[in-house]
């Protein structure tokens, strides 16, 4: 059964930071690139970041460049989204995804194999 399973939400100060992570089961991570995506409330979703299978290759929406930074540790079948600088426009659902081939700007499950459940991530002083 695949899983993708994200961790690290909460509520946060604007200027701090947080970091999501998505543990994964049921498939072969490191075959897989990886991204987050986010849905901010009344809002549509929209494309954070992406990272190809062996983590070599980082693209970022530029709503985020510079502040977020993902990662991947395919020993463990874990991705990373590190965060600073929140804003308060960065709340929302984060969600990962999975995909077998490195595409980017996918915003919903049907651009992806795989799809996690999300978590939220509220900046709000």
């Known amino acids: 059964q695949v899983q993708l399973v994200e961790s690290g939400g909460g509520l946060v100060q604007p200027g701090g930071s947080l970091r999501l992570s998505c543990a994964a089961s049921?498939?072969?991570?490191?075959?897989?690139?990886l991204s987050w995506v986010r849905q901010a409330p009344g809002k549509g979703p929209e494309w954070v970041s992406t990272?190809?299978?062996?983590?070599?290759?980082?693209t970022y929406a530029d709503s985020v460049l510079g502040r977020f930074t993902i990662s991947r540790d395919n020993a463990k079948n874990t991705l990373y989204l590190q965060m600073n600088s929140l804003k308060p426009e960065d709340t929302a659902l984060y969600y990962c995804?999975?995909?077998?081939?490195?595409?980017?700007?996918?915003?919903?499950?049907?651009?992806?194999?795989?799809w996690g459940q999300g978590t939220q991530v509220t900046v709000s002083s």
């Open positions: 995804a999975a995909r077998r081939w490195f595409v980017v700007g996918g915003t919903t499950p049907g651009d992806y194999d795989y």
């Open positions: 049921g498939f072969t991570f490191s075959r897989y690139s």
């Open positions: 990272i190809n299978i062996g983590g070599s290759s980082t």
